[in-house]
């Protein structure tokens, strides 16, 4: 790993460590998959709709993202702050680049391992029918992709605040914007008075709009190019960011 990704790879394993090392990861992974369960199988009534695929799992993991996400994402450089350990960060032999790309990686590794964690729910559907599993698979992508973009938002925030619980508020609120710009609510409200490129424009900036296209089996290059842009530009802003507080 070190040897793959040089220096990225040396954060990115420590960082990966820290989580297993600690109650932090599993608490995560058992609550991500315990709301899963019950947004699927409860409020996305998956028994009761008497169709093979997982529509009634996907569906909530915007709404699912937009909490577990922040949580884990708070600490990523508001805790480094509050410690101190960050100007000890610095003066190791690394570029600012390689430690934000390094710990967000981890985060993002850890937030997958939670996903594919939840794989039993693929075995019941395929076990209770026969479903399109190339568009489940691509639903999984999508949604790996959307947390991603999450975790880059919540870096940026942590980078600006020493409080953990302000970063989680701030990312939070950033997230649910960039989710609810794409929900019939927020564009009905517009299309009654804006031109309709306005509109389109707002769709086109939501995580729902992009990951809904995904999760419907559609590998389109332009949601791809999306969220790697929303996570480039976010981690962008982190490094900057944290380039400002050294030096302050």
Same mark, same amino acid.
């Given at each position: 790993m070190d040897s793959l990704f040089g220096k990225t790879g040396i954060i990115f394993k420590r960082e990966l460590m820290a989580y297993f090392s600690t109650p932090l990861a599993y608490v995560f992974i058992v609550i991500f998959l315990v709301m899963n369960g019950i947004f699927t199988f409860d409020l996305g009534g998956f028994f009761i709709r008497g169709q093979a695929d997982l529509q009634p799992f996907f569906n909530f993991h915007p709404w699912l993202y937009l909490f577990m996400i922040p949580a884990l994402a708070?600490? =990523?450089?508001?805790? !480094?702050?509050?410690?101190?350990?960050? !100007? +000890?960060?610095?003066?190791?032999?690394?570029? =600012?680049?390689? /430690?934000? =790309?390094?710990?967000? +990686?981890? /985060?993002?590794? +850890?937030s997958g391992v939670a996903l594919l964690l939840t794989f039993p729910i693929w075995i019941t559907v395929n076990y209770l029918g026969n479903p399109d599993n190339g568009v489940i698979l691509a639903a999984y992508i999508g949604s790996w992709l959307m947390a991603g973009g999450f975790l880059a938002i919540g870096s940026c925030m942590s980078a600006m605040t020493r409080n953990a619980v302000i970063a989680f508020? +701030?990312?939070?609120?950033?997230?649910? /914007?960039?989710?609810?710009?794409?929900?019939?609510?927020v564009l009905n409200a517009f299309s009654g008075w804006a031109p309709e490129f306005l509109t389109n424009a707002i769709a086109s900036l939501s995580f729902l709009t992009h990951f809904d296209a995904i999760s419907k089996g559609v590998l389109d290059i332009r949601d791809m190019l999306f969220f790697a842009a929303v996570i480039g530009a976010w981690l962008v802003a982190s490094a900057i960011v944290i380039e400002i507080k050294k030096a302050n």
């Open positions: 708070m600490g =990523l450089w508001s805790d !480094e702050r509050k410690t101190g350990t960050i !100007e +000890l960060l610095m003066t190791l032999p690394i570029k =600012l680049r390689d /430690a934000v =790309l390094g710990k967000f +990686l981890a /985060a993002w590794v +850890l508020i +701030l990312t939070v609120a950033i997230c649910f /914007a960039f989710v609810a710009s794409g929900s019939a609510i």
